[in-house]
């Protein structure tokens, strides 16, 4: 509950929330990548991205090579494999079958042996025995899917000692401008996009917590080799299975891709990120200071 204003916060996150997944598949957004191939197209757009870049190089400066990270919803190890070259320990949640999978084939190859993959959803991931806390860093990069976020973000406080650090989307973005025009056409219903990053601020408000805040601002070029290629992954992910939805599906996406260098498509999007970071020692102070 908001203190100030009387607002349920962690109320509207789960309403906004459920809303999403029932307008969407109806699962929850991890289960979009059961498939290893999704994964991999995944993997593939991120860890050269200059903003995937950034997040590592950001988050290296929070920690010292005797630290012990916490990565929840680590997806394909994008983030966690580079920053375990820079500390002692990482641990990393993540419940996707197919990420877990390109993650593991990943730490094969990277050799990386400081690097604790646990293969569940963070709700159901208990402090004892599942986590080796305490950590110095705990974050979650685009990883927030879960129903309760208070009692999600109360954890994460209870396992860590110094940086917590979220990062959530801003404004409608991509994947959700593509469901809000598909969902009607494809099955006759409304999708409702995921919840703001202004509950996440509003509902940290309400719990005493003042997060420091940056806005994160970028073009994206989305190149993929042909226009089947790109047909296949929408096909897949919004199951258009029929004709007419075939049909349906590959007139929106010829008017979103355009052709490039004469043998692939693009498509030119902006995405606009908040990221939300605190350090959990100076919250406990606080409370010890209003406890007095």
């Not at 209870?158 to 959530?168: D, E, K, P, Q």
Request: glycine share 6%; charged share 25%.
């Amino acid at each position: 509950m908001d203190v100030l204003n009387g607002i349920d916060w962690n109320g509207v996150w789960m309403d906004a929330q459920q809303k999403n997944i029932d307008s969407g598949g109806g699962g929850e957004c991890w289960t979009a990548w059961a498939d290893k191939e999704a994964a991999k197209n995944y993997l593939n757009s991120f860890i050269a991205s200059p903003s995937t870049k950034k997040r590592v190089a950001e988050l290296s400066r929070m920690v010292k090579f005797e630290s012990r990270v916490l990565d929840i919803g680590a997806g394909p190890g994008a983030i966690a494999i580079p920053l375990s070259k820079k500390v002692s320990h990482v641990t990393a949640v993540e419940p996707a079958p197919g990420m877990i999978e390109v993650f593991r084939d990943r730490l094969a190859l990277a050799g990386a042996e400081n690097i604790r993959l646990i293969p569940k959803r963070w709700e159901d991931v208990a402090v004892d025995p599942d986590l080796e806390a305490p950590y110095d860093l705990c974050f979650a990069a685009f990883s927030l899917g879960m129903l309760d976020l208070k009692q999600s973000i109360e954890k994460m406080i209870r396992v860590s000692t110094n940086n917590i650090v979220l990062y959530w989307h801003v404004g409608l973005q991509s994947f959700d401008e593509d469901a809000v025009a598909l969902s009607p056409l494809l099955y006759g219903k409304k999708h409702y996009p995921v919840p703001e990053s202004s509950i996440i601020f509003n509902l940290l408000y309400g719990m005493r917590i003042y997060p420091d805040v940056k806005i994160e601002r970028k073009n994206v070029r989305l190149v993929y080799k042909t226009f089947n290629e790109i047909f296949e992954i929408y096909a897949r992910r919004y199951s258009a299975e029929t004709n007419d939805q075939q049909e349906m599906l590959a007139s929106y996406l010829r008017a979103k891709f355009i052709p490039f260098e004469g043998k692939s498509v693009i498509r030119f999007t902006h995405r606009i990120s908040m990221r939300l970071s605190w350090q959990t020692h100076i919250i406990t102070t606080k409370k010890i200071l209003a406890a007095e």
